[in-house]
């Protein structure tokens, strides 16, 4: 992780000289393996959601689409994609409690 | 513990579960409510963690069995969708599937080089002494109205795709094989004869009939649907065992009606009398089943592999031309070739060889056809 890390801030260091813009500062290897340990119980998490939630859920936060296109994707009731939607995030939450804020 | 009673709405608003004033109402809370508005927070952070998880690329197992999930609901979708198009939806599609059409047949028409026959294919007429006849070609196709007499065509597509289509004062018949003979009386078509290949009548008032080699169609012969005879004269193959002579009954295309059997009897007089004598004891027999062409196909393989290849020549040849709409037909095709390979007669086998590759230029076997083929070549000095 580290290592593909500090790839990452030469690489945009290197590109910055021809384009002129200066890179973001690099994530630190603390941020970093924290953005890490996030991401995997994040996974892990989603990884235990019943499909249904799942699905509502990276539909409507990933892929950003409406509450109403969701229902008319998955031909489900509005108020059931409502529903899942609310307990996906509150179970996602639950698990996570310690990570985010 | 969130102290606001209201932090609930922050997630409605997102979803869109409130109105235009709820939700303005809402956002002004949140300005002032601390709770809520790090309620907002939380949400926004759970979505951002959501958007930066890393994408891991399916499996091949899952990939499919996604897009054979997708391919099943896409299909759903589609049948429901054409169940509830609704009529001036159709009609809009028809008028622009048939400006598509004008525009397409416009192109053709003036498209240079799309008058005349397409190189390397040629239409030969043979007409009798009365035959009355026109012939023009039309953005690469040849019509020849036939309005009386007798007139024989003989086409070679080559490797060019010509269509050839004979109309009649009743009806139209298409050529999707070489060799035919079209005769006009009395304003009607009085028959079709087939020598080599295929060809389609469609005949007014009647259903569509496809004649292959070897056979006669008199529209309007014994009944409505017509008669087809095997011409002995035409008959491809010559008739060495009782299987051949089979072959050459009088049978009908389609399944018998009662009414139909008693008056294929009594309907001698419809067939010319070359052929009226043979069929004067058989029975008519309807299309062949499934199981019926799978035997035929079985006995002629049976022969092949007990290389009693004079036998198996005749029933692949037989079979070939019989069901030449069969898939099989090609591996019979194929198994003639085999069969003349262990010959020694080197001209029929090129022959056959040469044959299967018109057929089937891009056949299953046609790398093997190929390489006998050149192996069978006389040597150059």
Redesign the interface.
Known sequence: VLQRGRSAARLARFLGRFTGHSPEPAPSPHELVTQNEIQDELSSALGSLATEKRVVLILAEVEGLSCAEIAQALGIPLGTVWTRLHHARRALRKQLERRLP | MNACKRTWEV?ASR???LTGNERMSTERHIELCADCA?ER???E???T??????VRGADELSLRRQRHELLARANAAAAHAERSTSWSLRRKSAVVAALISACALGLLLLWPGSQGSPAGARLVLKPDAFADYTRQTLAGSEIVDLKHGRLTLEVERGDARLRVLVRTPDGEIEDIGTVFTVTVQAARTEAISVAKGRVLARIAGKPERRITAGETHRPYAVSNEGLTVLDPALAPAPPGEARAARALRVHRRTSESPNRAQSSAEGAPAVEPRTAAPAAGDEARPAPTESEVAAEFARAVARVEAHDDARALVLLTLFMDRFADDPRAEDAAFLRVVVLARGSERAALRAAARAYLAKYPHGFRAPEVERLLKESAPPTP
Request: zero cysteines.
């Open positions: 997630e979803d869109g579960r790090h927070e939380r949400l952070a759970l979505a963690a959501l958007r930066d998880l890393p």
